[in-house]
Structure formats: structure tokens, C-alpha cells
């Protein structure tokens, strides 16, 4: 291999599509300056991707007018940034099965303040969570090796943290109806246990049990009440802080809930 449109090649020959610049210039013994102009042209012709400084996507021929999907790339680009990380929130969620609603972005839970970025119409987003229970993960096959997502009970907590942020309880709620089929009871109770925001468990509790999935519900309430929680409002996108009480979440109806079933 002398060029790198000739290591680009073999490297999709063998399954991969991403790889870094120290590796690049290893294998084909060229200066810094000569990798740079010929990155610079392959990205040109669109099939190149810097998705970090240094670390590049290689996008194939089948792909020259779209992009490849995230589960291509992601795994190797947050091993690269050296960040334990999940894809997680609507995203997990589609993986799960509740694919009553696309996300319009891709969704990726980390441990630190990562910048978000889009390939051509393809949006990636971050977001922050210094714990980030990886025992409550799975790992999904994908063309290039492996991807780590949320299980169903830490997705459905996670949504409710973040509901504010992905489109708003309403949506969550939607997610939740489908999602909650393959919720186990006792997991949920665990991550409950470990998850760092009581206030989110009440509010998950307070939905399922408006869905009336009780057998995911009544045990959930059970661990809730032994930690003597606080009254929290149901939204917390919104100024309205008064409403119905609901005892068996502490929970403050502050608004109606439109949730699709």
C-alpha cells in the first residue's frame, strides 16, 4: 500500500471503516503534510470523514449520498476518545422495540462533556452521566463488531431524566407504553436502587402506573416509599407547581399527561 485511498480499500476489504491517523501513517511510511493533502482530497470526493481530529470515517461507495449508520462507527469512535459510553433515550429505545416514534437524532449517553456533530443529515448527540451503570447494558452485534446500548429498565429511567431535553414527558410517555413489554420488574427495581435521582424514579413510577402496567409499578412503589421521598412535581418544564397529590409516588400532578396508546 502506497497511497491512502489504497489503505482506505483495504481496510473495507477486511470490515472496517474507521480508523486513526497514527495508524495511516505507520502503514504507508508518508509524511505528515502528504496524509494531510490526501485526506483533504478523499473528503472532498466525500469519502472521507474526519469525525475527530484524527480519527476518520471512511465512507463506501454505497454509502457516497448518504452516510453510514452510526452502529458502523460509534464503538470505535468512543474507544478512540477513551469514554465508556451507551447509546442510549430514543435511540435504545428503537433498538428496544418501541418504534412508534424515530428520533430524529442519534442518542449517546457518556461520562463526559463530548460535542455533538452531524454527518450530512445524520445528528449526534451527547449527553452527560457520571454513572453510568454499564451492568444495566447490552451488547448488539453490528457490520463492523459490536455496539453497547441501555437495557429496556435503565432506558426507560434515563428517559424520564432527560425527558425535558428529547421532546417532552408526553413523548416519553409514548416510548414507555411500548417499551415497558420487555421491562423486567425486579431489574428495574435495581437500577432504581443505584440510579442517582429519586425525584426521576417517582415520576417513572407515577407513568407506569398511569399506563397501568402494575406488575412493573406496584414493586417500584414498594422500594420508592421505603425512601421516604419527597413531594416533586410531575414536569419540570413548566412554572406550574401546583396540582393533585399522588401518595403512592409523592408525586404532584402539575399537568395533564397526553400520552398516545
Given at each position: 500500500?502506497k ?30 503534510n ?19 481530529s484524527?480519527f ?70 451527547f ?44 413523548l ?41 402496567f ?37 408525586v ?10
Amino acid at each position: 500500500m502506497k497511497t491512502l485511498t489504497e489503505f482506505n480499500e483495504y481496510l473495507q476489504s477486511i470490515g472496517r471503516y474507521t480508523f486513526d491517523k497514527k495508524e495511516a501513517l505507520n502503514k504507508l511510511k508518508i509524511s505528515n503534510n502528504a496524509f494531510n493533502l490526501a485526506a483533504h482530497k478523499l473528503s472532498i470526493k466525500e469519502k472521507l470523514i474526519s469525525l475527530r481530529s484524527g480519527f476518520y470515517l471512511i465512507i463506501p461507495a454505497e454509502y457516497l449520498h448518504s452516510v453510514p449508520p452510526p452502529t458502523w462507527y460509534l464503538d470505535d469512535l468512543m474507544a478512540y476518545l477513551k469514554q465508556p459510553y451507551y447509546v442510549g433515550l430514543l435511540s435504545a429505545g428503537a433498538f428496544l422495540g418501541a418504534a412508534h416514534h424515530q428520533p430524529q437524532e442519534f442518542q449517546v449517553v457518556t461520562n463526559k462533556t463530548t460535542r455533538n456533530f452531524a454527518i450530512k443529515s445524520s445528528r449526534h448527540r451527547f449527553f452527560v452521566k457520571a454513572n453510568l451503570q454499564l451492568q444495566f447494558t447490552q451488547k448488539k452485534s453490528s457490520p463492523t463488531g459490536k455496539i453497547i446500548i441501555s437495557g429496556p429498565e435503565l432506558t426507560a429511567v434515563d428517559l424520564l431524566r432527560y425527558a425535558s431535553k428529547i421532546g417532552g414527558l408526553d413523548l416519553v410517555g409514548t416510548v414507555l407504553n411500548e417499551l415497558a413489554e420487555v421491562i423486567d420488574a425486579k431489574t428495574l427495581v435495581k437500577v432504581a436502587r443505584e440510579y442517582k435521582s429519586l425525584a426521576t424514579v417517582q415520576r417513572l413510577g407515577f407513568i407506569l402506573e398511569y399506563l397501568k402496567f402494575k406488575s412493573l409499578a406496584e414493586p417500584l412503589s414498594k422500594w420508592v416509599l421505603q425512601q421516604k421521598p419527597s413531594m416533586v412535581v410531575l414536569r419540570t418544564d413548566t412554572a406550574r407547581m401546583s396540582g393533585t397529590r399522588n401518595f403512592n409516588w409523592n408525586v404532584i400532578v402539575n399537568d395533564e399527561l397526553e400520552i398516545e396508546t
